[in-house]
């Protein structure tokens, strides 16, 4: 079969989990007026960011090893065709089978033919934020297949109804009394008198999920990361479900983003240091899974990669923006940020919240479809110094920024503004009058009238001076 990487298009609509009902702003509202909520994510991203904190000032070498990471991803997106033509020739040497999906559609129909072909109707899951992106569980769901969550969180948020809030702790917006509710409604076989002591709650779940780990022949895994001159895949994660749901199925199958590609054996050294620390504060992940195609009588006997490109192409047509693929999806970057502490995923609409889905979400689905994405951050920069293969988060927003304003043709209060400036300034007699009728602007007061006021209701109009420049160069 003839591979390719996919033409840059962005992610089709209608499917998946990469756009909002609503925008960020109007989104934020409803979410800055739930104090549990912010009560929850406070204390959770301080709790991270503590944990984390104390183990990357453990490593004298954090910064070059972020240097390193951010150079492999950078080489890594360079010769990113050749290398998946090498990963799927390894993977193909090894018993496995790759398919390559365009998008969520050509994915999702992918792997239900595939589940289907077994004569399954459940498949156990292990977290994977691309089967989110594209929406598989809904997919699975319409064509008869049940999707089983087995990681902690993804469980809580799909019994509950609900969308993950976080990339590392999607079920972050959840404290244990309202986990504890969820158990009791939505669990069963679950017992009446369940407590919300965390040890309890996480022996309900063990519980629920052994006999389905012990009777499911189907498993739909993602993967952290995929070794080109091996076919190796790895999972990271610190429960053990990835390991049960990776070593006791008859098949797995597996959906990759095609940008969680490394070359070597050697270069994945570096990331198993960067992420662990960066993440979950540990220094070491508790589980790491790896596996290269099929082992006759030693787990999945059936093993499919699908490679999801979903919008990843036009990512990395665009030289400023395609720093987003670089992400090694640790959150950092969420429990660092203030807006995001504030707020948390849901507002964000998209399966990427904080920083990080604020440059990659509005790339992967165009501009257009999530414009006010790049304005949900301060430019603290925060982000920037928190990421551990230092993708420049506010420089993306900034050029996210300058895309918006050139897909709308349509003028505004700012374009004319700014236009009304740059013909000012270009012609110093011009300039020269306006900077003078500029100082009558003292006794208009310090705020600007519609349909500029919007400028000014969060911030004063500077005092124009009593003298120009120019008169004062004139008298010396």
């Known amino acids: 079969m003839n591979t390719f990487l996919g033409m840059p298009t962005t992610a089709p609509r209608g499917v998946g989990n990469l756009r909002g009902e609503e925008s960020f702003p109007a989104a934020a509202r409803k979410a800055l007026g739930d104090q549990q909520l912010r009560r929850n994510l406070g204390h959770a991203t301080n709790t991270i960011r503590a944990k984390s904190g104390a183990v990357v000032a453990e490593l004298p070498d954090w910064q070059e090893l972020r240097s390193a990471g951010s150079a492999l991803k950078a080489d890594t997106m360079a010769r990113l065709p050749e290398l998946l033509l090498q990963l799927e020739e390894n993977v193909t040497k090894a ?98 008198a369940l407590t919300d002591d965390p040890v309890v709650l996480a022996g309900a779940a063990r519980r629920y999920l052994r006999e389905t780990f012990l009777n499911t022949r189907v498993a739909v895994s993602g993967a952290n990361f995929a070794i080109a001159e091996t076919g190796t895949l790895a999972v990271l994660e610190s429960e053990g479900n990835g390991r049960m749901c990776l070593t006791l199925p008859e098949t797995l199958i597996t959906v990759m983003g095609v940008e969680k590609l490394v070359p070597t054996w050697q270069d994945l050294e570096v990331f198993l240091q960067l992420l662990p620390r960066a993440s979950t504060g540990e220094r070491m992940n508790p589980y790491t899974s790896m596996w290269t195609g099929v082992t006759p009588g030693d787990g999945p006997q059936s093993f499919h990669l699908v490679l999801l490109d979903n919008g990843r192409s036009a990512v990395l047509a665009d030289e400023v923006g395609r720093q987003a693929l670089h992400c090694i999806r640790c959150s950092a970057c969420l429990n660092v940020c203030p807006v995001y502490e504030r707020t948390g995923g849901h507002a964000y609409g998209s399966v990427y919240p904080g920083p990080i889905g604020a440059v990659l979400s509005p790339q992967l689905t165009g501009v257009e479809d999530n414009a006010s994405l790049p304005y949900a951050s301060s430019l603290c920069g925060a982000c920037f110094d928190a990421c551990p293969v230092k993708i420049d988060i506010p420089t993306i927003l900034v050029h996210l920024r300058g895309e918006h304003v050139k897909a709308r043709r349509r003028p505004t209060p700012e374009s004319i503004a700014m236009a009304a400036a740059a013909y000012t300034m270009d012609r110093p007699k011009l300039f020269a009058a306006a900077q003078h009728a500029a100082r009558l602007s003292r006794f208009a007061g310090r705020r600007l009238p519609p349909p500029f006021n919007g400028w000014t209701a969060s911030r004063d109009l500077p005092k124009p001076p009593a003298e120009t420049f120019r008169d004062w160069w004139a008298k010396r």
């Open 95 to 192: 018993g496995g089978v790759v398919h390559w999906a365009a998008d969520a559609n050509d994915a999702n129909r992918i792997v239900t033919e595939l589940v289907r072909a077994t004569g399954e109707n459940r498949v156990i899951k292990v977290k994977s934020m691309a089967t989110q992106e594209i929406g598989l569980n809904e997919a699975l769901a319409a064509a008869g297949i049940e999707p089983v969550e087995t990681d902690l969180a993804e469980l809580i948020v799909q019994l509950g109804h609900d969308r993950p809030s976080h990339i590392l702790v999607p079920a972050i917006h959840r404290n244990r009394a309202e986990i504890r509710e969820i158990f009791l409604r939505e669990m069963p076989g679950v017992d009446p």
